[in-house]
């Protein structure tokens, strides 16, 4: 069974930093292209990052460019994103999903992240 | 960046009744257009994939299709189950952009 299970969420205070993981399992995690994609209270989603299946390649959004960083550890099957600078427009749950060439197919259960002082 | 606009923003119908969503592309989003249904404290779900394929165990009364830049995605025959917020995704090219997603409810 595919499985994508995101952590790291919480509060935090604005200008600071923190690093979401998903963790995969059910699936060969090296063969797929990975994204995180979020969504901001009573609004529609938001596609914020992609990866290629080797890590090489990385896309963003234009509201997270130069402050979010996406990355694997293909031999620890997890999917990261490192959040730097927030603001309380970050303030979503976010959400890990599989593919990218014909996206998405599997989601996690998504993480709440809540910007506030 | 590409925009989808998608519309109605909510819709209230009645069981039985059709349902059609409708994206349009700013530009050319070829066949690269998919469609998520999301219920209520849940995670999205694709429905359709490449405009028109179905996915994995959605029910064949779900379909979907494109006229020029105008996507729709539609219900025949709208079971209580189908209650939900329904979103297009373009990926077509980065960044990729979701419409602004569909409220559909019962009458």
């Known amino acids: 069974e595919v499985q994508l299970v995101e952590s790291g969420g919480g509060l935090v205070q604005p200008g600071r930093s923190l690093k979401l993981s998903c963790a995969i399992s059910g699936f060969t995690f090296s063969d797929y292209n990975m994204a995180w994609v979020r969504q901001a209270p009573t609004k529609g989603l938001e596609w914020v990052a992609s990866i290629s299946y080797g890590g090489t390649n990385t896309h963003y959004g234009d509201s997270v460019k130069g402050r979010f960083t996406i990355s694997r550890d293909n031999a620890k099957s997890t999917l990261y994103l490192q959040v730097d600078s927030l603001r309380s427009e970050d303030t979503a749950t976010y959400y890990c999903?599989?593919?990218?060439?014909?996206?998405?197919?599997?989601w996690g259960q998504g993480v709440m992240v809540t910007v506030s002082s | 960046d590409i925009q989808m606009t998608q519309s109605p923003s909510s819709m209230s119908v009645s069981l039985g009744d059709t349902v059609t969503i409708t994206c349009r592309a700013s530009?050319?989003?070829?066949?690269?257009v998919n469609w998520f249904q999301q219920k209520p404290g849940k995670s999205p779900r694709r429905m359709i994939y490449r405009v028109m394929n179905l996915a994995d165990g959605v029910p064949s009364r779900f379909s979907g299709s494109r006229s020029g830049s105008d996507y729709s995605l539609t219900i025949s025959s709208l079971e209580s189950e189908d209650v939900a917020d329904y979103h297009c995704l373009q990926y077509d090219e980065y960044p990729f952009t979701f419409g602004s997603g569909t409220k559909v409810e019962i009458k």
């Open positions: 999903a599989r593919g990218a060439t014909v996206p998405f197919d599997h």
């Open positions: 530009q050319d989003v070829g066949i690269y």
